[in-house]
């Protein structure tokens, strides 16, 4: 049973000047056993959103980040955001959605040699194809490894086609989760393909229920069980929507039989022990899992939606039996 322990509210603000002064949001969690700092590579915007790159704050314990002098540590096209850090083939990588100046975001990848880089931009991994997939497309927070040479990442539609918008309305934004499979070679030869059975419709609830769209989904691994974390929103309800955590677990990495959901951090009912004196909603987004001893920590975007800043919130969960 995962049971809260304690929110401790926003631990990473956007700076007064820099590449991060609109946001410091959309994280990624990353710590090596053996290594006593704590990163996290995070999303950076300019006030208005018209760019966004990715840095990184280190942390000794997991509470108080300082923001790495050397930021931003990739900037792709306008917009680079969602990072996904994991260790392959005794390189860095960072799997992350990314924007040029035309066409919607698409999923590239970068690999370093050590966690605060240098970074390079190795390739796009795929582009929106499919009808779900929108315009545009956005990484979860996470990364399964399938065992030698393969992993699994989770990525999400930001927008809808033309024959959703007719089905569900012009403003009814229907978002759902999908599987991207990676093979990572020593000789740095990737290889990205979808899972066939994309999307992952059957996590979804059904329209003006708490998990209706789904998104950037967190993943962890605990007694041989695979838990996924999707942020998840009321869109067909009139604005400030009501956004939640979920939680969910299989067997199987894919979540194909997936029948049991609840509810991790609910929005409207926790908002003002999460962001005190919060004026309006609370947005939540890209929540970001750590094991720690018997205890989760989840890291995850916040935003009062009076004033649109998106920042970055700790809570923390015991685990039980």
Not at 64 to 89: C, Q, Y
Not at 177 to 189: D, P, Q, V
Not at 243 to 252: E, H, N, R
Not at 264 to 279: A, F, Q, S
Request: aromatic share 14%; glycine share 8%; net charge positive.
């Amino acid at each position: 049973m995962i049971k809260l322990k304690s929110h401790l509210g926003v631990i990473l603000e956007p700076s007064n000047l820099g590449f991060d002064i609109g946001a410091s949001t959309f994280g990624c969690i990353f710590k090596e056993p053996d290594d006593m700092k704590y990163y996290f590579y995070y999303t950076g915007s300019s006030e208005g959103w018209n760019k966004a790159s990715i840095g990184v704050a280190i942390s000794l314990d997991g509470v108080r980040f300082v923001k790495h002098t050397e930021n931003p540590l990739i900037s792709v096209g306008n917009e680079s955001l969602t990072p996904a850090v994991f260790k392959a083939a005794s390189k860095y990588w960072m799997t992350f959605a990314f924007r040029m100046k035309k066409g919607g975001r698409r999923l590239g990848i970068t690999v370093a040699d050590h966690p605060l880089g240098p970074w390079s931009f190795v390739k796009e991994l795929i582009k929106p194809k499919y009808h779900w997939e929108g315009s545009s497309i956005d990484m979860g927070p996470s990364v399964v490894s399938l065992g030698q040479e393969e992993y699994l990442v989770f990525y999400s539609n930001v927008t809808n086609r033309m024959f959703q918008r007719l089905i569900f309305g012009p403003r009814y934004l229907y978002r759902r989760i999908g599987a991207l499979k990676l093979e990572i070679s020593e000789t740095r030869r990737i290889k990205a393909e979808r899972w066939i059975k994309n999307p992952l419709t059957h996590l979804n609830g059904v329209k003006g229920t708490w998990d209706e769209s789904l998104f950037c989904p967190g993943y962890f691994k605990l007694n041989n069980k695979h838990y996924l974390l999707p942020a998840a929103s009321i869109y067909s309800v009139p604005f400030p929507y009501k956004q939640y955590i979920g939680l969910t677990w299989d067997s199987s990495p894919f979540f194909e039989n997936t029948t049991i959901k609840r509810i991790l951090i609910n929005g409207p009912e926790e908002k003002n022990d999460i962001m005190p004196g919060i004026k309006s909603e609370i947005a939540l987004d890209t929540p970001s899992p750590l094991l720690k001893g018997n205890e989760l920590w989840l890291y995850y975007s916040v935003m009062d939606r009076a004033d649109d800043i998106w920042k970055t919130a700790l809570s923390i969960f015991s685990l039980a039996d």
